[in-house]
Structures are given as C-alpha cells and as structure tokens.
C-alpha cells in the first residue's frame, strides 16, 4: 500500500521559508510523478511543483523562482523549498504521487502571516 506523509507546514511570516517533506512508503522513483499541490479554502486544488522519475519539474506560474522540489533518494523522499512566502500562498499542502493513479497525503497547513 502507497502511504505518503507530509511534515513541515507550520505558521511563517511574509518573505519567511519553510520546507516540506513528503516521505514515500517506496521508491520516489517508482512514480510517474511525485509532488505537492495546494488547497486554499473556497479553492479548488492546485498544482504547486511536481517532479517526474525522468528528474523533470513543473511549477505553478505563482511559484517560480520562489519554491524548488527536489528528492533525496536514500530516504525516499521529496522536498519542497519554499522562499519569500506571501500570505496567499497560504493553503493546505498535499503530496501526490502518481502511478497512473494518484495517492494523495493527509495534508500540512502552511499559514502566512502579512
């Protein structure tokens, strides 16, 4: 069973970093993709970064330049590097991982204060 557990959200101020982990229960390499979207309330759930097995990225517009994924393939997890944050992207952070279908994670409330 894929289990996918997000760490590292917590409260922050305007300009502030914070950086998520998500552990896999297996390989990171054994996904199509793995990475992290977000959910602000009233929201749908959107697309942050994510990073394909072949080692490529894909970032939001409203990140880029601000946030990097990455992995650590020893510990089977993905980071994800958030810089100069700014209160709107405060929402709740979820891993994903696809393998054709998508495991999502419980979730880690990333808060931005102005």
């Known amino acids: 069973q894929v289990q996918l557990v997000e760490s590292g959200g917590g409260l922050v101020q305007a300009g502030g970093s914070l950086r998520l982990s998500c552990a896999a229960s297996?390989?990171?390499?054994?996904?199509?993709?793995i990475g992290w979207y977000r959910q602000a309330p009233g929201n749908q759930r959107d697309l942050v970064a994510t990073?394909?097995?072949?080692?490529?990225?894909k970032y939001a517009d409203s990140v880029k330049g601000r946030f990097t994924i990455s992995r650590d393939s020893a510990k089977n997890t993905v980071y994800l590097q958030m810089n100069s944050l700014k209160p709107e992207d405060t929402a709740v952070y979820y891993c994903?991982?696809?393998?054709?279908?998508?495991?999502w994670g419980q979730g880690t409330q990333v808060t931005v204060s102005s």
């Open positions: 990073i394909s097995s072949a080692g490529s990225t």
């Open positions: 297996g390989n990171t390499f054994s996904f199509n993709f």
């Open positions: 994903v991982g696809d393998k054709g279908f998508r495991y």
